[in-house]
């Protein structure tokens, strides 16, 4: 059973960067297939996908966030990890990390349970 | 990038009864690019299917989707109390950006 958890304050203050880790457990980011992703739900709102990596490094993100948002990979720690810069109070909100199985035809089949970022000072 | 408006936004139902929910593409894109989700309050979502129509292991057989091009249904074919709670259906076709639903709320009547 893949797990994923994620990690990293939570709170943020205005103009400086986001950071959090997405650590993988059950399963091994290096087995290939799938994509390591970060979707994020503003507060009572719909979801928003940020971004994902593949184990060899190729990302693909948003573009609506793409001038901010660097994601990465050590799969040597079997984690995989989000940056994004220049934080606002819009992007205060739930982060989830997750494995997304798209080239299997499938969906976001796991998830992690979601950290929440506060940007205030 | 592919907009994706489900409708209802919300809905109000009693248990045992049969519910649809509807997804539709800006353009059209695949059945098997086409994915629902479940999330419960304060929860992480949970696929539920995906390819349109396959149930995720695990997923009552009450759960079915349907559909092709640009529109797409979600039926819960009698709704049980822990299925209250916001459905997405979310679009992976070809290339990024993948893009999500705005969610229906369902709720007890």
Same mark, same amino acid.
């Given at each position: 059973?893949?797990?994923?958890?994620?990690?990293?304050? @939570?709170?943020?203050?205005?103009?400086?960067?986001?950071?959090?880790?997405?650590?993988?457990?059950?399963?091994?980011?290096?087995?290939?297939?799938?994509?390591?992703?970060?979707?994020?739900?503003?507060?009572?709102?719909?979801?928003?996908?940020?971004?994902?990596?593949?184990?060899?490094?190729?990302? %693909?993100?948003?573009?609506?966030?793409?001038?901010?948002?660097?994601?990465?990979?050590?799969? %040597?720690?079997?984690?995989?990890?989000?940056?994004?810069?220049?934080?606002?109070?819009?992007?205060?909100?739930?982060?989830?990390?997750?494995?997304?199985?798209?080239?299997?035809?499938?969906?976001?089949?796991?998830?992690?349970? @979601?950290?929440?970022?506060?940007?205030? %000072? | 990038? +592919?907009?994706?408006?489900?409708?209802?936004?919300?809905?109000?139902?009693?248990?045992?009864?049969?519910?649809? +929910?509807?997804?539709?593409?800006?353009?059209? =894109?695949?059945?098997?690019?086409?994915?629902?989700?479940?999330?419960?309050?304060?929860?992480?979502?949970?696929?539920? =299917?995906?390819?349109?129509?396959?149930?995720?292991?695990?997923?009552?057989?009450?759960?079915?989707?349907?559909?092709?091009? *640009?529109?797409?249904?979600? *039926? =819960?074919?009698?709704?049980?109390?822990?299925?209250?709670?916001?459905?997405?259906?979310?679009?992976?076709?070809?290339?990024?950006?993948?893009?999500?639903?705005?969610?229906?709320?369902?709720?007890?009547?």
């Amino acid at each position: 059973q893949v797990q994923l958890q994620e990690s990293g304050p @939570g709170l943020v203050k205005p103009s400086q960067t986001l950071s959090l880790i997405c650590t993988v457990s059950g399963g091994s980011i290096s087995s290939g297939g799938y994509y390591w992703s970060w979707i994020r739900q503003l507060p009572g709102k719909g979801l928003e996908w940020i971004g994902y990596i593949y184990y060899s490094g190729g990302a %693909s993100y948003n573009p609506s966030l793409k001038s901010r948002v660097t994601i990465s990979v050590d799969t %040597s720690k079997n984690q995989f990890s989000l940056k994004l810069s220049s934080v606002t109070a819009a992007d205060t909100a739930v982060y989830y990390c997750a494995r997304d199985a798209h080239d299997y035809g499938e969906g976001v089949d796991y998830w992690g349970q @979601g950290t929440l970022v506060t940007v205030s %000072s | 990038d +592919i907009q994706m408006t489900q409708s209802p936004s919300s809905l109000s139902a009693s248990v045992g009864d049969r519910v649809t +929910i509807t997804c539709r593409a800006s353009q059209s =894109i695949s059945s098997n690019y086409l994915n629902w989700y479940q999330q419960e309050p304060g929860k992480a979502p949970k696929l539920l =299917i995906y390819a349109a129509s396959s149930l995720q292991t695990g997923v009552p057989s009450r759960f079915s989707g349907s559909g092709s091009g *640009t529109d797409f249904t979600l *039926t =819960i074919s009698s709704l049980q109390p822990e299925d209250f709670a916001t459905y997405y259906c979310q679009q992976t076709y070809i290339t990024p950006p993948w893009t999500f639903g705005q969610g229906t709320k369902v709720e007890i009547k």
